[in-house]
């Protein structure tokens, strides 16, 4: 399983990025695949998830309202799209995939197997 994050960048705050997850290797199903973020000196954080059949997204209240995560199976890729960004966004944005048949703690980066390299979100007030 191989998933690698990209779209990052430096961006002013209200901006907006399109972060993308390439995804390969598994063809399982009953799984999440989540966006999860760590600023410097702080723990990873949930930012968002959405289930294998983009049936049910979920996210943080950090993000909720300014992000929509999206899924194209075709393409096994996973965006997320950040709109009005803030300097509080500043992070390294990791995707992930939960174990399979997972239905619930996606939130919970312990429940994820396997994640992406990391893509830097900087963004400059």
């Known amino acids: 399983v191989q998933l690698q994050a990209y779209g990052g960048g430096l961006v002013q705050a209200g901006g907006s990025l399109r972060l993308s997850c390439a995804a390969s290797g598994f063809t399982n199903s009953s799984y999440y695949m989540g966006w999860f973020r760590q600023a410097p000196g702080k723990e990873r954080e949930f930012a968002a998830a959405?289930?294998?059949?983009?049936?049910?997204?979920d996210y943080a209240d950090s993000v909720k309202g300014r992000s929509t995560i999206s899924r194209d199976n075709a393409k096994n890729t996973v965006y997320l799209q950040m709109n009005s960004l803030k300097p509080e966004d500043t992070a390294v944005y990791y995707c992930g995939k939960t174990r399979s048949t997972l239905t619930s703690g996606y939130w919970m980066s312990r429940y994820y197997d396997y994640w992406g390299q990391g893509t830097q979100v900087t963004v400059s007030s």
């Open positions: 959405i289930s294998w059949d983009g049936s049910n997204t």
